[in-house]
């Protein structure tokens, strides 16, 4: 999975600064490789696998003596917690609840850490995308959500998605940006020049 590199992140930063200079609100975005490393995913799979399935192939034939059997179901636990530490399986052992929960606990931390809670007149947006979760979430402050209800952003969020699995996740930030720069033009215009936050794409290592 790649992240945006220098130049595509200067892309990202030019939109910003455009859709700026008619709104009073504060665009931040945040890009994230991923929300969590869900490393106890892999052991908990492992885990409840190594116990079961030797024990039920031994069920019937009783083939292994307790010590034998205590050994097999070691080297399957081994086994299996690497083979799911693949970043391909561990994907696919997550239930995208769980995913879902933690992008959008992550996006929340990133509202508060970049400071969007404390603008002048309330106006703070964070657009979030984290790529493994395919997950993208716009969250604003009370000067904007006091003029623009949640279900403004919803068409935008939802083809934003679809293009983070697609991979296009620098289209879907311009995109994104320009669709968002329309209703905060009509219903949050400027009023005056300033720039409280900075305009750069924030990447999470």
Sequence with gaps: MALLSDSEQQQVRDAITHI????????????????????????????????????AINYFPQWLGASELLIVQWACFVVLALVFRLPAVTTRLIPRRVRFWR????????????????????????????????????????????????????????????QVKQGQTLQGFLSCIEACGEHLREHVPATHERNELPNRLVVLE
């Design 20 to 55: 700026e200079r008619d709104t009073d609100a504060e665009l931040v975005t945040v890009l994230a490789p991923q929300a969590d490393d869900y490393t106890y995913i892999p052991l908990l799979w492992a885990g409840i696998l190594a116990l079961l399935i030797p024990g």
């Design 103 to 162: 992008a959008a606990n992550l996006a929340r931390r990133q509202f508060l850490e970049q400071n969007l809670h404390h603008t002048e007149a309330g106006t703070g947006m964070l657009i979030f995308v984290s790529e493994a979760e395919r997950y993208v979430e716009i969250l604003v402050d009370r000067g904007i959500s006091s003029r623009l209800d949640d279900e403004t952003w919803q068409g935008i969020v939802s083809t934003f998605t679809q």
